[in-house]
């Protein structure tokens, strides 16, 4: 089944103790990207990464960190968390596609509930 | 900048009934696609529809169904025969082309309850 994993669902950590968020996709799609969601906000995007080693920052990076060594797998890390980064977070994919292919659809994750104390 | 505005934070509707959900949007680009997220309680984004600007064409989808105008910057969502699995949250969400690295700015979302 074609899908972005992302893990874990649910964390609680404590202000700046170190997480990593995984986000891995099996279709082989080389853009990837990380949305925060906040109430009343939407989602805004903070990283994403158009190909392996080719990561750039979205409208709301600070604080945040990415990789991307491997095509199938763009990790979020946060360095040190603070409480402000207390969110629901999104991992997304695509294939790059020029204009008017009909493609540049996100496939989202599930998304991963982070909450900083 | 592009900016996307959905006015309506919360809308009811009972089921086997027909409702709208407004979304506006700012852009200067002529050519864009336009679309709708899906957010139920799982939280999983699901894509519901969406509509390349150049055509004139509304894009509909089995019960869903767009109205489109362009020159208003006017992006609304018809649900009809409303059913319960509707239930969620409903964003709209806009790419501009040609290709940008593919920029989605997306509105604040519009939460529906769908009533038996």
């Known amino acids: 089944e074609a899908q972005v994993t992302q893990n874990p669902r649910y964390l609680i950590t404590v202000t700046g103790k170190k997480l990593t968020v995984t986000c891995s996709q099996n279709m082989n799609h080389e853009y990837m990207s990380w949305y925060r969601q906040d109430p009343g906000l939407g989602l805004r995007q903070i990283y994403y990464s158009m190909n392996v080693e080719v990561t750039d920052k979205g409208d709301v990076p600070e604080g945040y960190k990415v990789s991307r060594k491997e095509k199938r797998n763009f990790p979020l890390i946060l360095e040190s968390p603070s409480p402000n980064q207390t969110s629901l977070y999104f991992c997304?994919?695509?294939?790059?596609?020029?204009?008017?292919?009909?493609?540049?659809?996100?496939?989202f994750g599930a998304g991963s509930r982070l909450t900083v104390l | 900048a592009q900016t996307v505005t959905q006015s309506q934070p919360e809308m009811s509707v009972q089921e086997a009934e027909t409702v709208t959900l407004s979304c506006t949007y700012d852009?200067?680009?002529?050519?864009?696609?336009l679309f709708w997220y899906k957010q139920p309680p799982s939280r999983q984004m699901i894509l519901v529809i969406r509509q390349e600007a150049y055509k004139q064409q509304n894009a509909t989808e089995n019960r869903f169904s767009v109205n489109f105008q362009k020159a208003a910057k006017s992006f609304s969502l018809k649900i009809s025969d409303s059913q319960l699995g509707d239930t969620a949250m409903y964003f709209c969400a806009f790419m501009k082309l040609p290709y940008s690295f593919n920029k989605f700015y997306f509105g604040s979302g519009t939460k529906l309850n769908v009533k038996p």
């Open positions: 852009t200067s680009e002529s050519n864009y696609y």
């Open positions: 997304a994919s695509s294939l790059i596609q020029g204009a008017l292919s009909g493609a540049n659809v996100l496939t």
